[in-house]
């Protein structure tokens, strides 16, 4: 029962840095989205992918470009890394079209940018 | 104005009580949903519970049960007999209008439960 799986589970880099974050499901779903967690601020969206071959901004896009490679996978890339996005990422996936469905989370990335 | 508001930064309770976790929400859609999730220590999101608007009795999951007053706006976690597992981080979270839409998160609040 793999669900969601984010790798790598952590990283650090240096400022000016690129780098891309992988996620992968396995639930058949349309819907993924990437978020980021900082201290007292919650979750925010980053990017989402509505279905396959579509993608939006969230809140906080600013920084960052996805990439809906195939209903599976959807990738968040950082192409200058900035300390302000020292964050925990996280990648999660839903049916989508259903309002009463769950997201379904991975594990996290842990993401620090000297 | 914050679309979900968590009052409460954190709660204590000891083991075997129950606690209430507050949440407030704003929208002027007639159809949206409300969901609830426990992240612990280990830093997993994991889904516990689920409202829709339009459901007209409380959701409830095992230990898990949604104190839902539309007309206030309100959707509050209620856990009976804390667990000492129960220490954690909890969110709620909404997604408004039909079909598909996003999800958007409180801040959070930091449940610690005593023996």
């Known amino acids: 029962n793999a669900g969601v799986t984010q790798t790598p589970k952590f990283q650090v880099l240096k400022t000016g840095q690129s780098m891309t974050l992988q996620c992968a499901q396995d639930?058949?779903?349309?819907?993924m989205y990437w978020y980021r967690q900082d201290p007292g601020m919650g979750l925010r969206l980053i990017y989402y992918?509505?279905?396959?071959?579509?993608?939006d901004k969230g809140e906080v896009p600013n920084g960052y470009n996805v990439s809906r490679l195939n209903k599976r996978e959807f990738s968040l890339r950082l192409e200058s890394a900035a300390p302000s996005q020292t964050s925990v990422y996280f990648c999660?996936?839903?049916?989508?079209?259903?309002?009463?469905?769950?997201?379904?989370f991975g594990d996290g990335t842990r993401l620090s940018i000297l | 104005a914050q679309k979900i508001t968590q009052t409460q930064p954190g709660m204590f309770v000891q083991e075997k009580e129950a606690v209430t976790l507050d949440c407030t929400y704003d929208?002027?859609?007639?159809?949206?949903?409300l969901f609830w999730y426990k992240q612990p220590s280990s830093g997993e999101m994991i889904f516990l519970i689920y409202?829709?608007?339009?459901?007209?009795q409380n959701a409830t999951e095992g230990r898990y049960s949604l104190n839902f007053q539309k007309a206030r706006k309100s959707a509050n976690l209620v856990i009976s007999a804390s667990q000492l597992g129960d220490s954690a981080m909890y969110f709620c979270?909404?997604?408004?209008?039909?079909?598909?839409?996003?999800?958007?998160f409180g801040k959070g609040t930091m449940l610690l439960v005593s023996p």
């Open positions: 639930m058949n779903h349309n819907s």
């Open positions: 992918s509505a279905s396959e071959g579509t993608t």
């Open positions: 979270a909404m997604r408004e209008g039909e079909g598909y839409s996003t999800l958007t």
């Open positions: 409202q829709g608007s339009y459901d007209e």
């Open positions: 999660a996936s839903s049916i989508g079209e259903y309002s009463n469905q769950p997201q379904h």
């Open positions: 929208t002027s859609d007639q159809s949206y949903g």
